[in-house]
């Protein structure tokens, strides 16, 4: 549910701030209840400013005593600075941390006691409204701060509220993973691209296997029923699905998956 008279205020205008930026204006909320800060980056927010008609400030103190949602898009590395920056001036604002391994016991160590805190891990598919994105609510929420958690979620895709530890545990597979799955793309591009095809055709055909793929993820049968309808015993997919065991690949994965959230975690501390 929209809260039409809640001022939002996004900390870091990047990619991810823009997406649920996006996804908020698509979903209903009024640009003028949104503002974006990016310090030193006045032709990012002439960008935001012009294609989505929010406002736009470079003075961070102000904008936080007027806003009710604080939304934090910056680096991981960056956080503990900016909130102790803040904590002085945070009131009954509700802080939201879509960084990596920025947890709600991390943000709680820095700010006031009863501080609504809340943490989200979108990916890019945000920009679609494609999102799968895990989230944990702090202690302090009220009622109208988690509506307004769970409208953020589902205005970028779909939300999976779970604990802390557990959002940290999908770090890798719900927001590093896209990235895996367009490698795997790049290299059928590349290959396919080596049978003569241009770019533009081994993407598309690529891209069209992939979301036909996709589709068939979100039926009832599981990855390992879906394979076996595909590779027929002794036939030209079985034979490509030895090449990839016999590369461990999916041991390959397991160790992407554990070097990203081991990654992540390191910013906690």
Request: proline share 3%; hydrophobic share 40%.
């Amino acid at each position: 549910m929209i809260q039409s008279n809640r001022k939002r205020l996004f900390i870091g205008a990047g990619r991810m701030g823009e997406a649920i930026i996006t996804g908020m204006i698509q979903s209903g909320v009024a640009s003028e209840q949104i503002t974006a800060l990016n310090a030193g980056n006045q032709d990012r927010l002439d960008h935001l400013h012009q294609t989505y008609g929010i406002q736009t400030s470079l003075h961070l103190h102000e904008c936080v005593k007027t806003h009710d949602t604080l939304v934090l898009c910056i680096p991981p590395e960056q956080v503990v600075q900016l909130l102790e920056e803040l904590a002085p001036v945070i009131e009954d604002q509700l802080i939201v941390s879509v960084a990596a391994g920025v947890d709600p016991s991390m943000m709680a160590q820095v700010l006031r006691d009863k501080t609504a805190i809340s943490w989200i891990m979108p990916n890019t598919a945000a920009k679609l409204g494609k999102s799968i994105s895990p989230y944990t609510l702090g202690e302090h929420l009220s009622n109208a701060q988690k509506e307004e958690v769970q409208f953020i979620v589902n205005a970028i895709g779909e939300g999976y509220e779970t604990s802390e530890n557990r959002v940290h545990q999908l770090t890798a597979i719900t927001g590093s993973a896209p990235a895996f799955v367009y490698a795997f793309a790049q290299g059928m591009v590349e290959r396919t691209k080596a049978e003569g095809l241009t770019e533009h055709e081994a993407a598309k055909l690529v891209a069209g296997m992939m979301e036909g793929a996709v589709a068939m993820l979100g039926g009832e049968e599981s990855a390992a029923k879906l394979i076996d309808q595909v590779a027929s015993p002794g036939g030209s997919t079985r034979e490509g699905l030895n090449v990839l065991e016999a590369g461990d690949f999916h041991q390959l994965i397991g160790e992407a998956v554990s070097a990203a959230n081991q990654h992540a975690a390191a910013n906690k501390s």
